[in-house]
């Protein structure tokens, strides 16, 4: 599932075993990538500390509409999975987030603020040194305040830590992301795939 083993104590180091439950009580099953902070569960605390902060003071909607257009400019599948799932959990139907990570012939639900959040999202993501102010000031021009504009770019730069993390050690999306509806799940697989996934044509 990675390129990497679990840590050797596994579920016997208290703080491993903590951080577990959590995450299967989060999700239902205990993710791939658990395995990995299996190594310092001290990490895994403190980014969901920091996700928390910055998830919390944001719009969920856009956070997560944010976090996708992040996650799918880094090529990570496991995050677009996860974070297009929580869009149609919440928020959207399965066809509405196809549509917003890109399928074509698919709605599209985002007015102008979201398609603007999303491409500065994308360009913070990609190359963050070529960002420059007309794209903060579009922001501006729609009615963020600035202190949501850079709650939107800390999101980003969070996914890119948790995202950098999980590809660069091979994390494999887990296999409950491979049950989503079509063409949801093949616009949302912009890398690794989940084992196992078959496309419809």
């Given at each position: 599932m990675s390129f990497i083993e679990p840590a050797a104590a596994g579920e016997s180091d208290p703080q491993v075993a903590a951080m577990y439950a959590d995450e299967r009580a989060s999700w239902g099953y205990l993710p791939n990538y658990a395995e990995l902070f299996s190594h310092e569960p001290a990490v895994m605390a403190a980014w969901r500390q920091l996700v928390g902060s910055i998830r919390g003071n944001l719009d969920r909607r856009r956070f997560e509409l944010v976090t996708l257009a992040a996650a799918q400019a880094r090529g990570s599948s496991y995050c677009s999975l996860a974070h297009g799932k929580f869009l149609a959990d919440l928020f959207h139907s399965?066809?509405?987030?196809?549509?917003?990570?890109?399928a074509a012939d698919e709605p599209v639900p985002a007015?102008?603020?979201d398609l603007a959040l999303m491409e500065l999202a994308r360009h913070v993501a990609?190359?963050?040194?070529?960002?420059d102010r007309s794209e903060v000031r579009r922001l501006q021009e729609l009615g963020l305040e600035?202190?949501?504009?850079?709650?939107v770019v800390a999101a980003v730069a969070a996914r890119c830590f948790f995202a950098t993390v999980l590809d660069g050690l091979g994390a494999e999306p887990d296999r409950q992301l491979g049950a989503l509806p079509q063409p949801m799940q093949a616009a949302l697989t912009v890398g690794r795939p989940v084992a196992g996934a078959r496309f419809e044509e």
């Open positions: 399965p066809d509405e987030v196809a549509g917003l990570a890109g007015d102008e603020v990609q190359d963050p040194s070529t960002v600035d202190r949501e504009i850079f709650l």
